[in-house]
């Protein structure tokens, strides 16, 4: 595998997870039904956005061909969001 590879999966992974942490609102709309309100969703959606803003720079750290700082931001996007969910959502 190339650092290339690695920054492909990087920002793959990355996209994945904006997808999974905006579905989790439809889970919470499913559960809280008519008492779903945005203040429920907002700690999903704080954490939607920090993965977006990651997930560009990783995407425009790519096309410098920067591919080793495209991965580790791959995994500090990982790192922050754990970090996020424990410290605002709680485990």
């Known amino acids: 595998m190339t650092k290339e590879h690695w920054a ?3 920002i793959t992974t990355q996209f994945l997870i904006v997808v999974r942490t905006l579905g989790e609102v439809f889970r919470l709309r ?3 039904g008519t008492n779903f309100s945005v203040a429920v969703a907002m700690p ?3 954490g939607a956005l920090i993965a977006v803003c ?3 720079a990783g995407v425009a750290l790519y096309f410098f061909r920067r591919y080793t700082l495209t991965s580790w931001i ?3 996007t990982i790192f922050i969001l754990l970090t996020y969910k424990i410290a605002v959502i709680g485990w």
């Open 74 to 76: 791959a995994l500090t």
């Open 8 to 10: 492909q999966i990087g």
């Open 30 to 32: 499913h559960v809280h």
């Open 54 to 56: 990651l997930c560009w």
């Open 44 to 46: 999903y959606v704080g």
